[in-house]
């Protein structure tokens, strides 16, 4: 298996347990991190907590994030220490040998392969251990292979584990229960909860909930937007998400009709652990949050603001959505170790920010022609923002 990901809203998945055009683009340096003294970025971040039912992927209303039992540690050693994670929560999967395809269902908190723990069996590497206590629901051990063993303990789930513990086994919080499997590199932390009849995948470094420590210093970078009539037919990418793009680019100073906005934004992070020592093996994050605002250029006026994505729960809204053509899927880590020089290893996340729960455009054709000044921000889980404003004109005949 390529890449754990989700291929349907969550009812159909829970049974499993778990090009960019040529041209039209506007780029501008890249932001600095910006902060809700912005007043762009102030409205916005007010506009997500009033809608936040409207938001795909925001939690639901009156969510409480608080768990009957404590829990602050990492699922492998040192527990209270921070790893690496180079799969996030939402990422964009490609059709993988199964034919699925859509959202990455958690995240993925990476171990040295080189450098398997004392006591390791053969094709193990590294301990696991249980982030929050409870009984062990599921377990699925040999004769699996080893990448498709799991264990479930309470609300979480640990993928590509060799369980040490049995079907209904009481665990308390930080007690072992598995191994990565080597050639991995990661051990894959899902969690779930229950709202009403639903059971719903959530992101495990959300907002107010604490995987301790965890710091991200750096801000998203939103570094170019691009402009494009509606696609003639839909896009259908491949595993690694290149497929073909039916949109015609537009010239950002002769916008006209419906308007598609594509944003390339990555969000970096500042702590990388035993991949410092290999940067071409690092990989960036999405952004938490995406949101655009739409001005006038002469009156201020707001003619658009909206929040379009954000990444607490697993949205019901498909994944190609939110992520648009020119979107690179990361590679694997066993990818990275074997890639040449010359091939990177980080993937590319350009963002629909128009587009909530299906793809949507600006109609020009609503407003005056004229200049206007189109705002994208992105957010990261620790409140670090990056904006782009990049001067558009608007002229229909």
């Known amino acids: 298996m390529r890449w754990l990901r989700a291929a349907a809203p969550l009812g159909v998945v829970a049974s499993i347990l778990l090009g960019a055009g040529c041209g039209g683009a506007a780029h501008a340096p890249r932001s600095a991190a910006t902060t809700t003294s912005d007043p762009i970025v102030a409205s916005l971040t007010h506009l997500a907590l009033r809608q936040q039912a409207q938001i795909p992927g ?12 404590a829990f602050s540690n990492w699922p492998v050693t040192p527990v209270h220490a921070q790893h690496p994670i180079r799969g996030s929560f939402l990422d964009p999967r490609g059709q993988d040998e199964n034919g699925l395809a859509g959202y990455h269902f958690g995240i993925d908190v990476n171990v040295d392969d080189r450098r398997p723990e004392p006591g390791a069996g053969p094709g193990l590497s590294h301990r696991v251990y249980a982030v929050q206590g409870g009984r062990v629901i599921r377990v699925a051990g040999p004769p699996q292979p080893c990448a498709n063993r799991k264990v479930e303990v309470g609300h979480f789930s640990y993928w590509h584990v060799s369980p040490v513990v049995t079907q209904w086994a009481r665990i308390k919080p930080g007690q072992l229960i598995g191994w990565t499997c080597l050639g991995q590199w990661h051990v894959h932390v899902s969690e779930w909860r229950r709202v009403g009849s639903r059971r719903i995948w959530l992101n495990p470094l ?16 939103v570094s170019a937007m691009r402009f494009f009539t509606p696609p003639t037919s839909p896009w259908h990418p491949n595993i690694s998400l290149k497929g073909r793009d039916s949109a015609t680019p537009l010239t950002p100073t002769r916008l006209h009709g419906r308007v598609e906005l ?10 990388w652990g035993f991949m410092a020592r290999h940067p071409d093996w690092e990989t960036p994050h999405h952004p938490y ?9 002469a009156t201020r006026a707001v003619v658009m603001q909206r929040i379009t994505f954000q990444s607490d729960e697993y949205p019901s ?8 053509p020119g979107t690179v899927q990361n590679g694997s880590m066993d990818e990275c170790v074997h890639n040449p020089p010359t091939q990177p ?53």
């Open 289 to 297: 949050r995406v949101g655009v605002e739409i001005r006038a250029h």
């Open 58 to 69: 925001a939690l639901p209303a009156g969510f409480h994030n608080a768990f009957a039992e």
């Open 317 to 324: 809204t498909p994944y190609l959505v939110h992520y648009a």
């Open 206 to 221: 959300r907002p107010g909930i604490e995987t301790a420590p965890y710091v991200d210093t750096e801000p998203p970078i």
């Open 345 to 397: 290893c980080a993937g590319t996340y350009w963002f629909r920010p128009f587009s909530r729960w299906r793809l949507e455009y600006w109609n020009t054709r609503t407003v005056r022609n004229g200049a206007y000044d189109v705002t994208v921000v992105a957010w990261d889980t620790k409140g670090n923002t990056g904006t782009l404003t990049v001067p558009v004109v608007v002229g229909n005949t």
């Open 262 to 271: 594509r944003a390339e934004i990555e969000d970096g992070q500042s702590f």
